[in-house]
């Protein structure tokens, strides 16, 4: 697409982090690709990092993105998943960071709201949508879904604040 800019949305987890790469030109939005970094249980917390990090890294290699972004993460009640999870979502916040990439953070709700129109949708509505969105996307993970569209949520703030830096006025 001419004039199209390309967006990885991260969906952060120690876990499963999941990711997604779609481009952007105007409203248009067309499917890149999408996945999943994963690491393993039973790795201590560094080199679970580490992986993540690495894996990051190879997907900026790849796709080259001009624009990241990533979903803030709720508060677990155990505090240690909830420690973990904020280690992990650093490394996710700070490896598109350190690669000169702009990083936009976005509240759930938010995600939603873009996405399916209300922020209180349900998992299933938003990864329906995201199909909808993104013709021809074939989601195989729940997480990679979501990062998708946190990247949709991004592509549409990014169009709303270029049109008012230029100075439109809705009627």
Do not use: F
């Not at 999870?85 to 598109?96: I, S, W, Y």
């Not at 949708?121 to 969105?133: C, G, P, T």
Request: proline share 4%; hydrophobic share 45%.
């Amino acid at each position: 697409m001419i004039g199209a800019v390309r967006l990885l949305g991260l969906d952060p987890g120690l876990q499963h982090t999941g990711w997604g790469v779609v481009e952007s030109a105007g409203s248009r939005l067309r499917h890149l690709g999408d996945g999943v970094i994963s690491t393993a249980a039973d790795q201590p917390l560094a080199e679970r990092l580490c992986t993540l990090h690495r894996g990051l890294m190879a997907l900026i290699e790849q796709w080259r993105p001009d624009e990241a972004a990533v979903e803030h993460t709720y508060v677990n009640k155990n505090p240690g998943a909830a420690l973990k999870l904020g280690q992990a979502r650093g490394v996710v916040l700070l490896t598109p960071a350190l690669s000169g990439i702009l990083v936009a953070e976005y509240q759930a709700m938010e995600v939603k709201r873009a996405v399916v129109g209300t922020g209180h949708a349900e998992k299933a509505q938003v990864e329906a949508m995201v199909r909808r969105l993104l013709p021809g996307a074939v989601i195989r993970r729940a997480d990679a879904a979501d990062a998708l569209a946190i990247a949709i949520c991004h592509a549409h703030h990014r169009g709303t604040r270029r049109a008012l830096a230029q100075g439109y006025v809705p009627a």
